[in-house]
């Protein structure tokens, strides 16, 4: 069974036209309703991984802080993620033989990486200092964002993290979207079965949850350097600093801090992002073909 039978690979029938606008919209679908959803378990994973802990960063108090930013953003980034990614990938594999395609997956998840983060990363400044109760009162996303853009510019402000923020995503695509391809690529010669939306969204939580485990000490790194202010940041130093000294404070466990709420979230998040992005794109697909 070649990986063309799939049937994401089915939205590159109607060339990239249809590929643009299929992955784009699918993908801001799923974006959406995953991060609505999942948005309470997101909120406790980033507390536990603040420095001034989880009780002080408000324990289970306001679990919904941040979600008017996280709804605002995460339509147009998963949106532009998958278009990239999905064009990227029906590009690279006219060249690609069936063994190269692991690689043509990764490539087109990096890039789809990079790109999402333009939008990704201001929109995860406002929603983890609104989540870590950082700034007093109900103070707007917009103004988190403009109060950062003052005061601490564009790179350090807005854009503070991005390249933390691209080391631990891109890892994790790398480790996610292979897995997927793979999983739904076997599905039905394991299984038996057809390849449905279920089966779709099961590849996708078990293939998240692998990468999410295995990229946690990344993701508190980014926690920790976009929850800080403009002068500790300064003196925090990179990312492998950072975590060195997470570690000889708290040990293994500080490294991994919110390892379960991460693996549970990105786990549930993958079943469902991955399952209502199959099920859009059969969705868009099938009205095409009318």
């Known amino acids: 069974m070649e990986l063309e039978d799939n049937t994401i690979a089915t939205a590159t029938l109607g060339g990239a036209k249809s590929i643009y606008w299929s992955s784009l919209i699918a993908g801001g679908v799923?974006?959406?309703?995953?991060?609505?959803?999942?948005?309470?378990?997101?909120?406790?994973?980033?507390?536990?991984?603040?420095?001034r802990g989880f009780i002080a960063s408000g324990g289970f108090r306001g679990v919904y802080k941040g979600l008017a930013a996280t709804a605002a953003g995460s339509a147009p980034t998963s949106a532009l993620f998958f278009c990239t990614y999905e064009t990227m990938k029906s590009h690279l594999r006219q060249y690609a033989s069936h063994d190269q395609l692991p690689y043509v997956h990764m490539v087109s998840a990096a890039a789809a990486e990079v790109v999402a983060c333009l939008i990704r990363v201001p929109i995860e400044i406002a929603k983890q200092r609104r989540q870590a109760l950082l700034h007093k009162g109900n103070a707007s996303s917009l103004s988190i964002l403009y109060e950062a853009l003052r005061k601490e510019g564009i790179r350090k402000g807005l854009y503070?993290?991005?390249?933390?923020?691209?080391m631990r995503d891109v890892p994790f695509s790398l480790?996610?979207?292979?897995?997927?391809?793979?999983?739904?690529?076997?599905?039905?010669?394991?299984?038996?079965?057809?390849?449905?939306?279920?089966?779709?969204?099961i590849c996708g939580a078990i293939s998240g949850g692998i990468a999410a485990g295995l990229t946690t000490?990344?993701?508190?790194?980014?926690?920790?350097?976009?929850?800080?202010?403009?002068?500790?940041?300064?003196?925090?130093?990179?990312?492998?600093?950072?975590?060195?000294?997470?570690?000889?404070?708290?040990?293994?466990r500080g490294v991994f801090a919110g390892f379960v709420p991460r693996v549970t979230w990105i786990t549930l998040g993958g079943a469902i992002f991955f399952g209502m992005y199959d099920l859009t794109l059969r969705y868009l697909n099938e009205n095409e073909d009318r």
């Open 217 to 252: 000490p990344l993701d508190v790194a980014k926690t920790r350097i976009m929850l800080a202010e403009q002068l500790e940041s300064n003196r925090m130093g990179g990312m492998g600093r950072i975590l060195r000294n997470i570690y000889r404070e708290r040990g293994i």
């Open 30 to 51: 799923a974006g959406l309703v995953v991060d609505v959803a999942l948005f309470p378990i997101d909120t406790v994973k980033t507390r536990l991984q603040s420095e």
């Open 175 to 201: 480790i996610q979207f292979p897995l997927w391809e793979y999983f739904k690529l076997h599905w039905t010669d394991v299984t038996g079965t057809a390849l449905t939306p279920l089966s779709v969204a």
């Open 160 to 166: 503070r993290g991005f390249g933390t923020t691209v």
